[in-house]
């Protein structure tokens, strides 16, 4: 099992920045990729940024230039970065993790942190 622990989230106004952490912990030999997912009322959970072990990244359309996803394999913690915020950014950003690829599926995830950006 692993065990995934979002924190980070927040208010914040139109233009301004974030950062989100996920602290990660368990059977972490079998995670291969890690992904920040967002899903806002209405709305089905989106893939915002995934990376891989071995360094594949995937950006949404609607965060490239914006957003960077990083990890630290060290400290077992996972980052999005995220600048120029827009009120469309406003979600409960989750935090996965999967053996897969960057692509996934996803088999762990975290309870989420919300982001909200006002206008």
């Known amino acids: 099992q692993v065990q995934l622990v979002e924190s980070g989230g927040g208010l914040v106004q139109v233009g301004g920045s974030l950062g989100l952490s996920c602290a990660a912990s368990?059977?972490?030999?079998?995670?291969?990729?890690m992904a920040w997912y967002r899903q806002s009322p209405g709305k089905e959970r989106e893939l915002v940024a995934s990376?891989?072990?071995?360094?594949?990244?995937y950006y949404a359309d609607s965060v490239k230039g914006r957003f960077t996803i990083s990890r630290d394999n060290a400290k077992n913690t996972m980052y999005l970065q995220m600048n120029s915020l827009e009120p469309e950014d406003t979600a409960m950003y989750y935090c996965?993790?999967?053996?897969?690829?960057?692509?996934?599926?996803?088999?762990?995830w975290g309870q989420g942190t919300q982001v909200t950006v006002a206008s």
């Open positions: 996965a993790a999967g053996v897969g690829s960057y692509a996934g599926p996803y088999n762990y």
């Open positions: 990376l891989s072990r071995g360094g594949s990244l």
């Open positions: 368990g059977s972490l030999f079998s995670v291969n990729a």
